[in-house]
């Protein structure tokens, strides 16, 4: 009855490990796509500002201007998080097992 109860619990291991790699893999997802979320709020709002800008209704450039550098600022963020994501991809499939 003893090994019976190992190879239980070993299969218990394995399927707390999957859903452990599952979790890992959705919080990821959530991270990146928020990232994608708010990189894109900025851009609307640095497209906002610069239409109110050529429009004559805003009173400050400079705000505008600091819109489209936040705006730009995070575009290169997220373009650094991917290339490092897709190196770290690439690595990953030149190591062999």
Excluded: C, W
């Excluded at 997802?29 to 990189?39: A, H």
């Excluded at 650094?80 to 994501?85: G, I, S």
């Amino acid at each position: 009855m003893q090994p019976i109860q190992g190879i239980q619990l070993a299969t218990t291991q394995t399927t707390d490990k999957k859903s452990e790699a599952d979790q890992a893999q959705q919080n990821f997802g959530k991270m990146i796509s928020g990232l994608v979320e708010d990189v894109q709020q900025q851009q609307q709002a640095a497209d906002k500002a610069v239409q109110q800008v050529h429009s004559g209704n805003a009173k400050n450039l400079h705000e505008a201007m600091i819109a489209m550098e936040q705006a730009d600022i995070s575009i290169r963020f997220m373009v650094q998080v991917r290339n490092k994501a897709m190196d770290a991809y690439q690595e990953i499939m030149r190591m062999q097992v």
